[in-house]
């Protein structure tokens, strides 16, 4: 087994969670930076005004690649720093800091892989309601059309969306992500335009970019909890509503009919808001796909009630299984059977991992090394599995860590430490951790390489 000779390496962030520095360089104010202040919306009560402070200290990030190896790095373009009145003005200020930074990365041999959104719409947008009003499909074109005009010569990778299922469920069903609507029917809603708004850049891109452009999303394979065929079914139905939503309008042949009847069913009324024309505007506009994978859900046959709008909850699993300190459960093997059920369903599209990675608490200890050891096996076993899947067919190109940085990990605040590099938040001061170390020599094997645990005692 082995990664094929030209598998791209590389680490992932986005500019909300690291950058800082909202009053720089003419920046609009986000949908984040007001959710932030509602009392409660943050664990720990902050805010990503400082957060890693990247926007300034970018160059040392750029080391920090360097020293691992790694020959791409996914980031995204601040949206509010580009289109400060959400509409109209381009903030030249704003291309300029891109434009340096992929310049940068370029001379040191570090592939951009240029996320346009990854959740920081612009507050002014907020008059039509965000994702909601259909206008913002436009707003959208209109900044990757910004954006894509500056960088476009340079970029070979770009990402339209991240995780739309996350922005219409956290951010739109839930309210527990800004911009804090929890409604079901303006969530189906606003799902549909972030994908409307995929296939509208993907047309507006052509001509400014020979780059690649997909979509990331966050994937989440569904085990029924039991054998029974309620369950099954259970498992099934999730998988419409999390998975098939997004990958049958985006790779297949428009939005799945099950889920469809589903999600009619909860809020009662057609989905009219899909116009004519609207599944093909999506379609057939791909050139990869972005996969975002932590961890599974297992399902059971549950009433639909006042909190649970379809027929399955999930249930977790059953024993003793092991999990992240976020308490999230780690499966590598979910992540091959992903990739290679991907890879059948939906033949002929390379995958990238756009997202991978646990949280761990670890800091660095009297000798100033971060012995994040189970961040290390999350690591291998998760390659393992990508190996493994590459073995069976499935055509990946790429797999970015999930994240370069500990950064602002949205409504959990900086609790959770996601980072190959440790941040002092106090400080701003890098420290790159163990598992980032023996991700370099992964990265410069191509491949596994042996690995000891080199932190037991006695
Ligand atoms: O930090 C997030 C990222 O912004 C989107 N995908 C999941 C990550 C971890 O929760």
Not at 88 to 110: K, M, N, P, S, T
Not at 361 to 380: E, F, I, K
Not at 418 to 427: E, K, S
Request: proline share 5%; with cysteine; aromatic share 10%.
């Amino acid at each position: 087994m082995t990664f094929p000779a030209d598998f791209l390496w590389g680490a992932a962030t986005s500019s909300h969670q690291i950058e800082g520095s909202h009053d720089a360089d003419g920046r609009g104010e986000s949908v984040w930076d007001v959710f932030a202040r509602v009392p409660g919306a943050i664990e720990g009560g902050g805010d990503a005004s400082i957060a890693d402070d990247s926007y300034r200290r970018w160059r040392e990030d750029i080391d920090l690649l360097s020293e691992l190896g790694v020959g791409a790095y996914r980031f995204s373009v601040g949206w509010s720093r580009i289109m400060p009145e959400g509409r109209g003005r381009v903030e030249q200020r704003g291309l300029d800091h891109y434009e340096a930074f992929v310049d940068e990365l370029l001379e040191r041999g570090i592939q951009p892989v240029l996320t346009l959104n990854h959740w920081d719409m612009p507050q002014a947008l907020m008059a039509h309601e965000g994702w909601v009003g259909r206008e913002s499909v436009d707003a959208f074109t209109e900044f990757a059309v910004a954006v894509a005009g500056r960088l476009g010569d340079r970029v070979p990778w770009w990402i339209t969306q991240n995780e739309p299922w996350i922005i219409q469920l956290l951010g739109y069903q839930l309210g527990l992500h800004a911009p804090g609507i929890a409604d079901l029917g303006k969530a189906v809603q606003a799902g549909h335009h972030v994908m409307l708004a995929h296939g509208a850049a993907y047309d507006a891109l052509q001509g400014l970019t020979s780059g690649k452009i997909g979509t990331a999303l966050s994937l989440f394979p569904c085990d029924p909890a039991s054998d029974s065929a309620e369950d099954a079914a259970a498992a099934w139905g999730s998988d419409g509503y999390v998975n098939r939503w997004f990958l049958d309008p985006l790779l297949g042949d428009g939005y799945p009919d099950d889920m469809r009847a589903n999600w009619e069913r909860a809020i009662g009324r057609p989905l009219d808001f899909i116009q004519e024309g609207d599944e093909a505007a999506i379609g057939a506009r791909h050139d990869f796909l972005g996969i975002n994978y932590y961890t599974r859900r297992v399902m059971a046959a549950a009433e639909p009630g006042a909190t649970r709008p379809f027929p399955w909850q999930v249930v977790g699993p059953s024993g003793d299984v092991s999990r992240t300190d976020e308490g999230w459960e780690i499966v590598p093997d979910s992540l091959r059977q992903l990739l290679v059920r991907l890879s059948v369903d939906y033949p002929g599209i390379p995958l990238m991992i756009t997202e991978n990675g646990a949280v761990e608490g670890s800091a660095p200890l009297h000798d100033g090394r971060v012995r994040d050891v189970r961040r290390t096996r999350y690591l291998r076993g998760h390659l393992a599995a990508v190996e493994q899947a590459i073995a069976e067919g499935a055509d990946v190109v790429g797999y970015m860590h999930w994240s370069l940085l500990d950064n602002f990990e949205w409504s959990l605040g900086y609790r959770p430490r996601f980072g190959l590099v440790h941040v002092d938040y106090a400080t701003g001061t890098r420290t790159i951790k163990d598992s980032a170390r023996h991700y370099a020599e992964i990265v410069a094997a191509n491949g596994l390489v042996d690995w000891r645990d080199d932190t037991a005692v006695g």
